[in-house]
C-alpha cells in the first residue's frame, strides 16, 4: 500500500496559527520535507520544531533563493524522487511551506511532479496576507473593493500600473526592493494610506508607516499593504 504526500501550509511563523489539521498530519507522518536556502537552517522547520516527535526521517530541500535561480529544476525533480520512493514504500510524507501552499508556495513545485503518480493533499495555511492584515489592524479590502497582489520584483511600470487598477493592494518579496516601492507608492500619492510590515506574527516583528521605512533594503519577509480609502471600512 502507498503512501500520501502532504502538502502542509505551516503559517507565517508563529507555531500557534498552524491548523489542527496540519498538525495531526504532521506528527503523524513517517518522514518530513522542507526548503531550506543554500546555507542555514529552515524557517518552515523552525516553525513546526516543537511538534516534531523526534523519530521522523527528514528531507532537506537546499533551494537558491535568487530570483534568478528560483525555482531549480533539477533540486525539485531530485526532491520529488526521493519524496516518491518513500510514498512508494508506504510512509506518508509531509512537506512543509511557509504560509499557504499554493499561495506563491515552493510545495507548488512540488505537486506539479507528484500529482499524477502520487496520492497528494494540500493542507491550507495561514497565508502571510492574512496573517499582515492582522497583525495591522488593517482589513484587506471590503465591499466591491478590488485587491491586488503585486511582487515587488516587477519592474517599477509594472507595479505603477497595478496599482492604479486597483482599489487595495498587498506588495509582497519587498527585500531588496523597498526603495522602489516607496518611490512609486508615494509618486502616486499613496504614501499616506500604505503600512509596512516585517516578520509578521513573530517576535521581531515591526510595522511603520512607509514613509518612515527609510531603508533601501528590507527582509525578505516583509509586506505593503495600501488601501485607496485609507482604511477598507471608510
Known amino acids: 500500500m502507498s503512501g500520501t504526500v502532504y502538502g502542509i501550509?505551516?503559517?507565517?511563523?508563529d507555531p500557534e496559527l498552524i491548523t489542527v489539521k496540519a498538525l495531526r498530519l504532521l506528527r503523524a507522518a513517517a518522514v518530513i520535507a522542507y526548503p531550506a536556502p543554500d546555507q542555514g537552517d529552515s524557517f518552515a522547520r523552525a516553525i513546526v520544531a516543537g511538534f516534531l516527535t523526534g523519530t521522523q526521517?527528514?528531507?532537506?530541500?537546499?533551494?537558491?533563493?535568487?530570483?534568478?535561480?528560483?525555482?531549480a529544476q533539477e533540486i525539485y525533480d531530485r526532491a520529488a524522487g526521493e519524496i516518491a520512493a518513500h510514498v512508494a514504500a508506504g510512509r506518508d510524507v509531509a512537506v512543509l511551506c511557509q504560509g499557504d501552499p499554493f499561495f506563491y508556495g515552493?510545495?507548488?513545485?512540488?505537486?506539479?511532479?507528484l500529482a499524477e503518480t502520487c496520492r497528494?493533499?494540500?493542507v491550507p495555511g495561514v497565508s502571510s496576507l492574512t496573517a499582515c492584515a492582522a497583525a495591522m489592524g488593517a482589513p484587506l479590502a471590503a465591499r466591491n473593493d478590488v485587491l491586488a497582489v503585486i511582487p515587488a520584483?516587477?519592474?517599477?511600470?509594472?507595479?505603477?500600473?497595478r496599482l492604479a487598477a486597483a482599489d487595495a493592494a498587498a506588495i509582497i518579496k519587498i527585500?531588496?526592493?523597498a526603495g522602489k516601492v516607496r518611490q512609486v507608492i508615494?509618486?502616486?500619492?499613496?504614501?499616506?494610506?500604505?503600512?509596512?510590515?516585517?516578520?509578521?506574527t513573530l517576535a521581531q516583528q515591526r510595522i511603520l508607516r512607509?514613509?518612515?521605512?527609510?531603508d533601501a533594503e528590507a527582509p525578505y519577509f516583509s509586506l505593503v499593504l495600501v488601501h485607496r480609502r485609507g482604511e477598507a471600512w471608510r
Open 210 to 214: 512607509l514613509d518612515e521605512l527609510v
Open 57 to 71: 526521517t527528514e528531507i532537506v530541500i537546499r533551494t537558491p533563493m535568487e530570483a534568478a535561480r528560483f525555482p
Open 106 to 113: 515552493s510545495f507548488m513545485y512540488l505537486f506539479g511532479r
Open 175 to 177: 527585500g531588496r526592493h
Open 9 to 13: 501550509g505551516v503559517g507565517p511563523g
Open 120 to 122: 497528494v493533499e494540500v
Open 153 to 161: 520584483p516587477l519592474p517599477e511600470t509594472d507595479i505603477a500600473e
Open 186 to 200: 508615494t509618486r502616486l500619492g499613496l504614501a499616506d494610506r500604505a503600512r509596512y510590515i516585517e516578520r509578521a
